[in-house]
C-alpha cells in the first residue's frame, strides 16, 4: 500500500511516496509505525502548504511533480510570452523551470517561494 507523506527537514518541507511491504511475517523486522503529518501538526508547515490541486485549464502552468517552489517570476496582470520562465520548483534537489505554455495575461498567481506543492498543482493561469 502506498501512503503519500510531508516531511519537514531544516525548515524545507517535502512530499514523499512511502511504500508499505508485507514481509510475508517471517522475517522478525517490527512493522513500519507512521504518525499521520496531521497528528504533529506544526503551524509552519500547515501554512506552507498551499490548496490541493485543481484541474488544469489550457493556460495554467502546473507542477510537473511534487516539489517546493522556490521563485514566481511573474504577478497578476502581468503579460507574458509563450515560454517565458514564470517559476522555478525544486524537486529531488533540482530546479525545474516552469514556462508561461502560451503569450497572455497572468490571471491568478497560486504558490508563492516556500510552498511545497504536489504534482498537478495549478501554480499559475495565463489567460
Wanted: glycine share 12%.
Amino acid at each position: 500500500m502506498e501512503r503519500k507523506l510531508r516531511i519537514v527537514h531544516e525548515g524545507k518541507a517535502y512530499i514523499v511516496t512511502v511504500e508499505e511491504l508485507d514481509d510475508g511475517g517471517g522475517s522478525g523486522a517490527a512493522p513500519l509505525r507512521v504518525q499521520p503529518v496531521a497528528a504533529v501538526a506544526a503551524p509552519a508547515v500547515a501554512a506552507a502548504a498551499p490548496a490541493a490541486a485543481t484541474a488544469a485549464g489550457p493556460g495554467d502552468v502546473v507542477a510537473p511533480l511534487g516539489g517546493v517552489i522556490q521563485s514566481v517570476s511573474v504577478t497578476v496582470g502581468q503579460t507574458v510570452n509563450q515560454g517565458e520562465t514564470v517559476a522555478v520548483l525544486e524537486a529531488m534537489k533540482m530546479n525545474s523551470v516552469l514556462t508561461a505554455p502560451r503569450a497572455g495575461r497572468v490571471a491568478r498567481v497560486a504558490a508563492k517561494p516556500g510552498d511545497a506543492v504536489e504534482a498537478g498543482h495549478v501554480l499559475v493561469s495565463i489567460e
